[in-house]
């Protein structure tokens, strides 16, 4: 009941700029939060940056005043916009979204397949 569809990855040139997508499919669920995370090689996933629905926004030192992560609550859409991208902002980036029932309590994580970044140097 719960599909996220993310989009927007590929090859950049270092310095340049890329915008993910993520689409969340539900008709069930109400969202409280989305975000991006990303996990390179041998490496942890970790955060990117998050956005409630209420237009918080949260980002990890390492991309912030390069990245930028807003939401279209109509779409159920989740976008980040990369710029001056760096050849270690390589991984495969995941969309994450916090859904909860309307009416409950109890939330739930979903994520996305991932998208692969490659920043060429």
């Known amino acids: 009941q719960v599909r996220l569809v993310e989009s927007g990855g590929g090859l950049v040139q270092a310095g340049g700029s890329l915008r993910l997508s993520c689409s969340a499919s539900?008709?069930?669920?109400?969202?409280?939060?989305m975000g991006w995370y990303r996990q390179a090689p041998g490496k942890q996933r970790e955060l990117v940056a998050t956005?409630?629905?209420?237009?918080?926004?949260n980002y990890a030192d390492s991309v912030k005043g390069r990245f930028s992560i807003s939401i279209d609550n109509g779409k159920n859409t989740v976008y980040l916009q990369m710029n001056s991208v760096k050849p270690e902002d390589t991984a495969v980036y995941y969309c994450?979204?916090?859904?909860?029932?309307?009416?409950?309590?109890?939330?739930?994580?979903?994520w996305g397949q991932g998208t692969q970044v490659t920043v060429s140097s």
């Open positions: 994450n979204a916090g859904l909860r029932l309307a009416g409950t309590s109890p939330t739930y994580d979903y």
């Open positions: 539900t008709s069930i669920f109400s969202i409280i939060t």
């Open positions: 956005i409630t629905y209420g237009g918080s926004t």
